[in-house]
């Protein structure tokens, strides 16, 4: 009899550290390979060696942010020789994101080290650049709808699911058995990205959770941005946005840009003090349609300005003219965004807004509860600045579009397991999918087993 078993080694319980041990006729695979963030218990596990790693044949990357890409470095440090398997856009967002993610770590080694405030005797970086490169010479292009076989009657393909760019779900065949991995599943009307394809019929959906219990925001995003710009803009201050590098910072260019063409907020200057942001723009000139808009375009040539340089990102930290700074990373956990924010949060006239999803545990969190001081730097800041978050810009399908994803899917699955979202937010959706479908669901907690019958 033919074994499939399921083994949830991260993003569970939690929204970083997604990797799922799929175990067939004893063979290995790993679908997704993410770093731990936000608390520290769970970033700790991020130096721990995975079991087994010689037995894992395949890793299937579902896409490239960090918290489903960022152990890789690690797994191959191990000793896994195997493909990891992606889209090619993929492929072309995790180099830029990996090779970013080593040269903070390498960076916050270092500075650790010189200014003496790590805990350990030596501070050291997860992986390096070097780690990366090796990694990357194990990457595997694949077409949406290519059908890949890593071994004796299991065989997978990528479809796409609207998150990011190049991302994808995973339909994966373990002989007769149908598993679906959602991967993080987009949004249903999405502002610049195409929407999910159709849930296939399968007998077990590995679900994301991320926003299992709430709702965005209704109000469109453009109005949100307008809002927030415009009352920035009376305070005269600096308008600090820590964004993804992937997707979401070319969507707030795009909307301050149109909302510039429209006259809805003041001509500012936008720097895009990210040299990762900027890399990832040009990856996807060819993805997105909104380059097509010559009106647009023309905004964005007049009023964005791409930082690469590090000299020149410092001479921009302290311009004390008003300003609109798109910097890294998304929830503040390292990146530029912080010597921004050094110079800038305790400024009552300053405004941060926070376009993205807050992991417990980060300093974007930290900020959106209010706290009065964060620490950056082996140091704790004041928070005078004016704090603000804006919903309506995820890449993550809500409650409802989750559920009215699997409604639109080709049938609905036989069973669901939720992984990839806090606890309370798995829970409520739990108790919504079975309400509404009578399917069977459960929720993934850190290394729990689930054994698939045949
Ligand atoms: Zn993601």
């Known amino acids: 009899m033919n074994r499939l078993s399921l083994k949830f080694l991260g993003g569970a319980g939690t929204v970083t550290g997604s990797k799922t041990l799929v175990t067939f006729n004893g063979q290995k695979v790993l ?58 856009i993929t492929a072309r967002l995790a180099e830029i994101i990996l090779m970013d993610s080593a040269k903070i770590q390498e960076e916050d080694a270092e500075r650790a080290n010189r200014n003496n405030y790590s805990r350990h005797p030596e501070a050291k970086p997860l992986y390096t650049v070097e780690d990366v490169k090796v990694c990357l010479g194990q990457f595997q292009e694949h077409d949406f709808g290519e059908w890949v076989v890593p071994g004796i009657d299991l065989r997978f393909v990528f479809l796409p ?42 007998d077990l959906l590995v679900l994301e959770s991320t926003y299992g219990d709430r709702l965005h925001e209704l109000t469109p995003p453009a109005e949100q941005l307008e809002a927030a710009i415009n009352q920035a803009v009376e305070l005269k201050g600096q308008i600090l946005i820590p964004s993804f590098a992937v997707e979401r910072s070319q969507e707030v260019i795009y909307l301050l840009c149109y909302l510039m063409l429209h006259k809805r907020i003041p001509k500012l200057k936008i720097y895009l003090d990210s040299p990762m942001a900027a890399a990832v723009s040009e990856v996807l000139v060819d993805y997105y349609d909104f380059v097509k808009e010559e009106n647009l375009m023309r905004v964005m040539v007049q009023q964005l300005e791409v930082v690469s340089d590090h000299r020149a990102s410092r001479a921009i930290v302290h311009m004390r003219e008003p300003k609109i700074v798109i910097a890294g990373s998304g929830m503040i956990t390292g990146g530029r965004i912080l010597h921004h924010l050094e110079a800038h949060i305790d400024d009552p006239k300053t405004t941060v807004i926070l376009p993205g999803f807050q992991a417990l545990g980060t300093r974007g969190h930290s900020l959106v509860s209010g706290c009065n001081e964060i620490k950056f730097f082996g140091k704790y800041y004041p928070v005078k600045a004016k704090i603000l978050q804006m919903g309506g810009l995820s890449a993550h399908a809500d409650r409802e579009e989750l559920v009215e994803w699997i409604k639109q899917g080709k049938a609905l699955p036989k069973r669901i397991v939720l992984n990839h979202g806090e606890m309370d937010a798995s829970d409520s959706l739990r108790v919504k999918l079975e309400h509404e479908f009578n399917i069977p669901t459960s929720i993934a907690t850190e290394n729990m087993e689930m054994i698939l019958d045949f």
């Open 31 to 88: 679908v997704d390979c993410g770093m731990f963030q936000g608390v520290k218990r769970l970033r700790k596990q991020n130096w721990d060696d995975l079991d087994d790693v010689n037995e894992i044949t395949d890793v299937i990357l579902t896409h490239a942010h960090l918290d489903h890409s960022g152990y890789l470095p690690r797994l191959v440090k191990q000793g896994f020789k195997g493909a990891i398997h992606c889209t090619s």
């Open 161 to 202: 699911n609207g998150h990011i760019p190049g991302s994808a779900m995973v339909e994966m065949h373990a002989e007769k058995k149908v598993l679906v991995f959602s991967g993080d599943v987009g949004r249903l009307k999405p502002l610049i990205m195409a929407k999910p394809g159709r849930l296939p019929a399968c």
